[in-house]
């Protein structure tokens, strides 16, 4: 008789696997019932591939950011409720889920489930408070980074900023025994962010020769947009899975937990770094092994992941059209409304809005005034025919008239000046809107970043809108989009004197919007010193601006704060947005130049 | 020879006093010139009042809060500098003064500074991170609570919400020997926060048996308002002076330190606190006595405190006149522009502009249309009249006809709807605006928080203009600040009519507010309920509200977010305002019905 109620060569030899399916689900903000029916709907398609461990995304239950709806008691309390069906659904698998865990305080949670049990609830520990991110303002941070022992596998759980620290759970919980790491996400998109989150995880997954499991959310919420692209990275650093950008999947893998084992073993760094670990009371907590799972002997052909590789201009084209979808969609609106002008940023956002929504879901209004050329006509027509969507035509001369009119008085000895171009913007929005009002369509506005941030545009003019797709694109990446765009079309979908007419607003006559501002190539670039890299002027006159154009640049920045401030949403791409991303006072007398 | 190097009898028995002096500024956030000007001749006044010591509010160099400048390094080196002219400055007295120190991160800090040598800065220990607060988003937190020896006095200084923790530095400095504690401030209003800290401040001087000076600062900065009230409370937690409210003042008060030492050898509880004081290396740091203020034998006689309480109503409409003259004054507006509509909001707008800024400053636009009543046209006349600024008049008439007419084909069978009536609301919205952009005017938004709350309001019509003065003013409350007002002037300044007719928006014949709202008696308590309190659906009802009503207030408030993101700032004054304070997202499906 053994003394091992297995055979000694089992014990020892068997092959540890793990068949793991991740989540890569968008939920919605508050819609607590359909985020459960989604997860629900994974957790049976995962069991389907034979999965024994389904993982989804950091707050997947409330949706990521809920902000102040965390603040409600009621709103805590019916995301437990949420939880619970998702546990009740559970049976014979291991899910791990995020939600909003009350003890005493709230924290940013992640249940790990077994067949129905929860068996324990790990707290994010690494708050972030920056950015666009207030996790102070809500969340108590955990001070717990335990172990679980599911079978043969150990593996420890950890949600978003957490994996960013190197001193953090992940290294504690790999040297105190985890041979996987799940790290759950609802990590924002912006240009190039995913090479940054890659070149990160292999490198935690090499440091503590774990499999790293990095999971993110995708979809977009107000000024944020989450892109996906989760991805598996062996104990050696190899990434071995990928998820798909800007779209659900559910990604199915094979671990083979054993080689870990054996990496360990050759791995003479980490077997230091476990002689010197302090002591860290760490718990390792049993996870029940789903009866059911256990029992699935023959396992399903897993499906091809369905990642594929993009160029930056397919990547920042594809964050816009799926942020306009899900914010026209999340918020129920029946279809969009693009104010045409025959200038590129129109052009650009019908272009995306149509392919966000299909053409049936967009309609384009053509403003004209006597400013307005019979290019700008011609291209607009050109570019609705292309698209197949309707253009309507209304022309602003009319009620323009009479607003000179009704002012006469008024303004008696009074020069022409801005205001008269700000009233025809104005009239425009004034139209847009009342489209808006009688057919319950939302309109997509068409400013860019560039002119965000210099203020050169007409607050409730242009401004006036529901969704502003290119509030965090700059003047130059918009004709690069448009040029992919059509690359991609193979033809002239935009319009090609669209791509190289000089940019104007048509409030005046013969007006360039080089009247105003320096050229987009010179202006762009100073931007993003001033804004996205907080460069003094100093430093941007080292860059080899002017110092009249340095300075004219950043005081425009400086006073279109309020402007800024009664903009609608964009979707946020860079690492400095306007909106939550960047807090400036209005009121500020400070001068940097 | 004596041991002693001053007479025995001298040495122990001298009375230790202080003449401290509080300087209750109004500094402008980014003007750190401006703010340097100010403590310079705030300094010299104290000087003249012989005072040893002068305290300055937090963050007084770059004003409260200086929010995202503060991630430039640009601006914290500048902020450096200005701190150093104040340092240039304090010849022959010592000045504790608020500032963004900067060492290795950058942290919110007080210099004390004695007679042109910094001898030591404290960092602030609590940051707030919720409400209008994000100091986790900027500020490293302190972890020295040192104590400071100036000749015979003992002091502790700290900032703010150190002071809010019983555990905080104020008891720790306290226990180990200040008997004067230095609590600078920049804590902005709400109603009834002035007593909230009085009985806290009394409190912590009472538990400490110190004397607790509290300084604020005095001034709008965007959405918030600080109120001064200063307060200084002694040894036994009795006020021993009081700064204005709502305006700048000089306090300057002797301070019996002697008496702090004879109050805690008759206090047990305190003696027993000191003996059970665990070990925390406290630090004790001299601070020299400046020779000049030394030399000072006949001190000058001291100003009269100018504080006068308030009841409620003065208080809100201080507080409004304060906000919106800091707005006006410190955003460089000539003037300002209120849309008359002769409604009790409209006129109590232009009312407290009025007290705010000059009746010179202050112009009414009046915008009838066939719906607008007789009275409505006498009452706004009238109102003018009283507060004798000048009243323009355009009819939006024509404009209107025109833009139907030229909607007419788009919105071709279709029936009229909010579309016709939003129209009147932007056609307006674009009157004031031109006026705005033509005379340089700040347009002041007259909408309620109760209109804001549940959005009967209009975006880009009524919502148009720089400063929404009552955005967080419930409609019963602008009645009663109305009323108020009106006994101030013991005439009815505001006209008698205005306050008992029925609330209308005039767009539409025969309307009322009451057609799709509830009583504001009604409304107002269920808003309070949800927004100020997150009281849950439950609740509300059982508060008394008609399930009915309580489901269409909650659906209105919740689906309103998007307009209120695009609306203009306004002066917090509860403790759940719109903007910073409540964030809110615009997409979500959260119910809570």
Same mark, same amino acid.
């Given at each position: 008789?053994?003394?091992?109620?297995?055979?000694?060569?089992?014990?020892?030899? #068997?092959?540890?696997? =793990?068949?793991?399916?991740?989540?890569?689900?968008?939920?919605?903000?508050?819609?607590?019932?359909?985020?459960?029916?989604?997860?629900?709907?994974?957790?049976?398609?995962?069991?389907?591939?034979?999965?024994?461990?389904?993982?989804?995304?950091? +707050?997947?239950?409330?949706?990521?950011?809920?902000?102040?709806?965390?603040?409600? @008691?009621?709103?805590?309390?019916?995301?437990?409720?949420?939880?619970?069906?998702?546990?009740?659904?559970?049976?014979?698998?291991?899910?791990?889920?995020?939600?909003?865990?009350?003890?005493?305080?709230?924290?940013?949670?992640?249940?790990?489930?077994?067949?129905?049990?929860?068996?324990?609830?790990?707290?994010?520990?690494?708050?972030?408070?920056?950015?666009?991110?207030?996790?102070?303002?809500?969340?108590?941070? %955990?001070?717990?980074? @335990?172990?679980?022992?599911?079978?043969?596998?150990?593996?420890?759980?950890?949600?978003?900023?957490?994996?960013?620290?190197?001193?953090?759970?992940?290294?504690?919980?790999?040297?105190?025994?985890? !041979? =996987?790491?799940?790290?759950?996400?609802?990590?924002?998109?912006?240009?190039?962010?995913?090479?940054?989150?890659?070149?990160?995880?292999?490198?935690?997954?090499?440091?503590?020769?774990?499999?790293?499991?990095?999971?993110?959310?995708?979809? %977009?919420?107000? !000024?944020?947009?989450?892109?996906?692209?989760?991805?598996?990275?062996?104990?050696?650093?190899?990434?071995?899975?990928?998820?798909?950008?800007?779209?659900?999947?559910?990604?199915?893998?094979?671990?083979?937990?054993?080689?870990?084992?054996?990496?360990?073993?050759?791995? @003479?760094?980490?077997?230091?770094?476990?002689?010197? =670990?302090?002591?860290?009371?760490?718990?390792?907590?049993?996870?029940?092994?789903?009866?059911?799972?256990?029992?699935?002997?023959?396992?399903?052909?897993?499906?091809?992941?369905?990642?594929?590789?993009?160029?930056?201009?397919?990547?920042?084209?594809?964050?816009?059209?799926?942020?306009?979808?899900?914010?026209?969609?999340?918020?129920?609106?029946? %279809?969009?409304?693009?104010?045409?002008?025959?200038?590129?940023?129109?052009?650009?956002?019908?272009?995306?809005?149509?392919?966000?929504?299909?053409?049936?879901?967009?309609?384009?209004?053509?403003?004209?005034?006597?400013?307005?050329?019979?290019?700008?006509?011609?291209?607009? #027509?050109?570019?609705?025919?292309?698209?197949?969507?309707?253009?309507?035509?209304?022309?602003?001369?009319?009620?323009?008239?009479?607003?000179?009119?009704?002012?006469?008085?008024?303004?008696?000895?009074?020069?022409?000046?801005?205001?008269?171009?700000? +009233?025809?913007?104005?009239?425009?929005?004034? =139209?847009?809107?009342?489209?808006?009002?009688?057919?319950?369509? +939302?309109?997509?506005?068409?400013?860019?970043? *560039? !002119?965000?941030?210099?203020?050169?545009?007409?607050?409730?003019?242009?401004?006036?809108?529901?969704?502003?797709?290119?509030?965090?694109?700059?003047?130059?990446?918009?004709?690069?989009?448009?040029?992919?765009?059509?690359?991609?079309?193979?033809?002239?979908?935009?319009?090609?004197?669209?791509?190289?007419?000089?940019?104007?607003?048509?409030?005046?006559?013969?007006?360039?919007?080089?009247?105003?501002?320096?050229?987009?190539?010179?202006?762009?670039?100073?931007?993003?010193?001033?804004?996205?890299?907080?460069?003094?002027?100093?430093?941007?006159? *080292?860059?080899?601006?002017?110092?009249?154009?340095?300075?004219?640049?950043?005081?425009?920045?400086?006073?279109?704060?309020?402007?800024? #401030?009664?903009?609608?949403?964009?979707?946020?791409?860079?690492?400095?947005?306007?909106?939550?991303?960047?807090?400036?006072?209005?009121?500020?007398?400070?001068?940097?130049?």
């Amino acid at each position: 008789m053994s003394l091992y109620k297995v055979p000694l060569m089992d014990y020892y030899f #068997r092959m540890k696997e =793990l068949r793991i399916a991740l989540a890569q689900i968008n939920p919605t903000v508050g819609d607590l019932r359909g985020n459960v029916e989604k997860c629900i709907a994974y957790m049976r398609d995962a069991r389907k591939y034979g999965a024994e461990m389904v993982v989804f995304p950091e +707050l997947c239950i409330t949706g990521y950011p809920p902000e102040d709806l965390l603040l409600k @008691p009621q709103f805590v309390s019916d995301n437990l409720k949420a939880l619970d069906k998702v546990r009740e659904a559970t049976t014979g698998i291991v899910a791990i889920v995020g939600f909003v865990d009350r003890n005493e305080d709230i924290y940013n949670a992640a249940a790990v489930i077994s067949n129905k049990r929860v068996v324990d609830v790990y707290h994010k520990m690494y708050l972030p408070n920056y950015g666009p991110f207030d996790e102070y303002r809500y969340f108590q941070s %955990g001070t717990r980074y @335990p172990v679980y022992k599911m079978g043969d596998v150990h593996f420890g759980v950890n949600i978003c900023e957490d994996i960013w620290y190197p001193e953090g759970p992940t290294t504690i919980q790999a040297l105190s025994g985890a !041979e =996987l790491i799940l790290n759950i996400n609802a990590s924002p998109y912006t240009v190039g962010k995913a090479d940054v989150r890659e070149s990160k995880i292999v490198t935690r997954a090499d440091d503590s020769a774990a499999i790293v499991v990095y999971l993110n959310t995708v979809g %977009g919420q107000d !000024e944020l947009l989450f892109d996906g692209g989760s991805i598996i990275a062996d104990e050696k650093g190899d990434i071995i899975a990928r998820g798909k950008l800007f779209e659900e999947e559910l990604i199915v893998c094979d671990l083979d937990i054993e080689g870990v084992f054996m990496h360990r073993l050759q791995h @003479p760094l980490r077997r230091q770094q476990v002689l010197n =670990l302090e002591e860290t009371n760490i718990e390792i907590i049993d996870v029940p092994v789903p009866k059911t799972t256990a029992k699935a002997k023959q396992k399903p052909k897993l499906p091809k992941p369905g990642f594929c590789p993009m160029e930056e201009e397919e990547e920042i084209y594809s964050a816009l059209t799926l942020g306009v979808r899900d914010y026209v969609n999340k918020n129920g609106f029946k %279809g969009t409304l693009v104010g045409m002008s025959g200038g590129i940023d129109s052009s650009l956002v019908a272009t995306i809005a149509v392919d966000a929504l299909g053409k049936g879901n967009v309609t384009g209004l053509f403003m004209p005034s006597p400013y307005t050329s019979r290019e700008s006509r011609e291209d607009s #027509r050109a570019l609705c025919k292309n698209l197949g969507i309707k253009l309507l035509e209304i022309p602003i001369e009319k009620i323009f008239k009479s607003y000179l009119d009704t002012l006469k008085g008024v303004f008696k000895g009074k020069k022409p000046d801005t205001t008269e171009e700000n +009233l025809q913007a104005r009239i425009r929005g004034n =139209l847009l809107m009342a489209l808006s009002n009688k057919f319950g369509w +939302l309109v997509l506005t068409t400013g860019n970043k *560039s !002119e965000m941030s210099v203020g050169y545009a007409t607050l409730y003019g242009d401004m006036a809108g529901g969704f502003a797709m290119l509030k965090d694109v700059a003047k130059t990446t918009v004709y690069a989009l448009a040029e992919w765009r059509n690359a991609k079309a193979e033809k002239f979908l935009i319009p090609e004197r669209v791509i190289w007419k000089e940019p104007t607003a048509e409030l005046a006559p013969d007006q360039l919007d080089t009247d105003s501002l320096p050229p987009y190539e010179v202006l762009d670039p100073v931007l993003q010193a001033y804004i996205e890299e907080e460069m003094s002027f100093d430093e941007i006159l *080292s860059m080899g601006c002017a110092p009249k154009c340095a300075k004219d640049v950043i005081r425009m920045i400086d006073r279109s704060e309020y402007k800024r #401030r009664q903009s609608p949403p964009g979707i946020k791409i860079t690492p400095r947005a306007f909106g939550k991303d960047r807090r400036f006072p209005i009121t500020s007398k400070y001068k940097s130049y």
